[in-house]
T-cell receptor
Framework: AQSVTQLGSHVSVSEGALVLLRCNYS??????LFWYVQYPNQGLQLLLK??????LVKGINGFEAEFKKSETSFHLTKPSAHMSDAAEYFC???????????FGTGTSLTVIP | EAGVAQSPRYKIIEKRQSVAFWCNPI?????LYWYQQILGQGPKLLIQ????????DSQLPKDRFSAERLKGVDSTLKIQPAKLEDSAVYLC????????????FGPGTRLTVT
């Protein structure tokens, strides 16, 4: 069975500081990987996705993530946090075997002015 | 293009009552998903449709939950009877294909069971 682990349910950073949100997955085959953002009382919005092309994936709002097969990781980063980045972030994995999406438990990002 | 529409946005019912949620996916999207998101957790897939056929409903509590997508467009998710633990946000998403395609999410329906 697939699983997605997001280390740190709450992360706080100062405005302008580096954002690092961690995601590890369990998969025996290269999966599709996604990061979604959820603002309060809204649905999920795709930030970026990895689909076996370049291992460094650039997304919207200045976010990027790097797929590291050896570490089974897909951490999300942003060089400089903005107040508008405060939200809940979800990592998700999908493999063609089983054809299911699995979401992590989410990381709540707080940006301190 | 219009996004994924869901209604109602909020619903409060008593336990043992019934409730239904409606979802209209993005036009032309063949795949439709229903997720349950309990407070503090990530979304959990309940059921996935490909056109009007069920692809995966392994995590759907079939004794009380049902879903249909009769014409392969909009979909309804029903809970009958509701339990306290069903309190959650129910998210609908659609994608143009299955596999690694991006899912587009609706705003969700927040259900409170008292």
């Amino acid at each position: 069975a697939q699983s997605v682990t997001q280390l740190g349910s709450h992360v706080s950073v100062s405005e302008g500081a580096l954002v690092l949100l961690r995601c590890n997955y369990s998969s025996s085959v290269p999966p599709y990987l996604f990061w979604y953002v959820q603002y309060p009382n809204q649905g999920l919005q795709l930030l970026l996705k990895y689909t076996s092309a370049a291992t460094l994936v650039k997304g919207i709002n200045g976010f990027e993530a790097e797929f590291k097969k050896s570490e089974t990781s897909f951490h999300l980063t942003k060089p400089s946090a903005h107040m508008s980045d405060a939200a809940e972030y979800f990592c998700a994995v999908h493999t063609n075997t089983g054809n299911q999406f699995y979401f992590g438990t989410g990381t709540s990002l707080t940006v301190i002015p | 293009e219009a996004g994924v529409a869901q209604s109602p946005r909020y619903k409060i019912i008593e336990k043992r009552q019934s409730v239904a949620f409606w979802c209209n996916p993005i036009s032309g999207h063949a795949t439709l998903y229903w997720y349950q998101q309990i407070l503090g957790q990530g979304p959990k897939l309940l059921i996935q449709f490909q056109n009007n056929g069920v692809v995966d409903d392994s995590q759907l509590p079939k004794d009380r939950f049902s879903a249909e997508r009769l014409k392969g467009v909009d979909s309804t998710l029903k809970i009958q009877p509701a339990k306290l633990e069903d309190s959650a946000v129910y998210l609908c998403a659609s994608s143009s294909t299955s596999g690694g395609a991006e899912q587009y999410f609706g705003p969700g329906t927040r259900l409170t069971v008292t």
